[in-house]
């Protein structure tokens, strides 16, 4: 069966001749590398495809093989967060766009609504739903999440924007 990627990490390299380019490796669901597609072959154009994935920073890029399986703890951990929030309600609510997997024992979630969410590696499921209530809550009162530690367990440790200083989706 074909691989269908969930994610993708974007690596720069120098250019033969001078200057950086981004190589952009997309990752499955099981932690496989995916071979780049052709872009005669795709049906959507390559930058609109990887506009749509959310990207994973803080890996270290020497495991990037295509073909091969990525064997890092993180990378792993990064995954069974974007197939857990691809499963959540939250889904619909905020887009997830980069897992920042780069800090010990944490994962530091961007939005596209421009908000910051520190996840512990475990639990996914209920730091979803705790996610979930104070986004609500911030719908609520008229303002947006700017940062939010869901790694601490018994409290949640906020900062608000007002809803119209956030950056759009």
């Known amino acids: 069966t074909e691989r269908e990627p969930v994610a993708q990490i974007n690596v720069p390299r120098p250019r033969p001749g001078g200057g950086i380019e981004l190589v952009v490796f997309q990752i499955d669901a099981e932690g496989y590398v995916v071979l780049p597609v052709d872009p005669r072959q795709r049906a959507v154009p ?28 993180q990378a792993r951990t990064a995954l069974q967060l974007i197939a857990a929030f691809k499963g959540s309600s939250l889904a619909g609510l905020v887009d997830l766009k980069r897992v920042d997997v780069s800090a010990p024992e944490v994962l530091v979630v961007t939005t596209g609504q421009g908000s910051e969410i520190t996840l512990g590696p475990v639990g996914f499921e209920r730091q979803l739903l705790r996610w979930q209530v104070v986004h609500e809550l911030g719908l609520r009162v008229n303002k947006v999440i700017a940062t939010l530690d869901l790694a601490v367990p018994n409290h949640v440790p906020a900062r608000w924007l007002e809803a119209g200083t956030a950056p759009p989706s």
């Not at 749509?52 to 399986?69: A, D, H």
């Open 46 to 73: 390559l930058n609109q495809a990887n506009d749509l994935l959310p990207v994973i920073s803080g890996i270290n890029v020497s495991q990037l093989q295509p073909g091969r399986k990525i064997e890092s703890a």
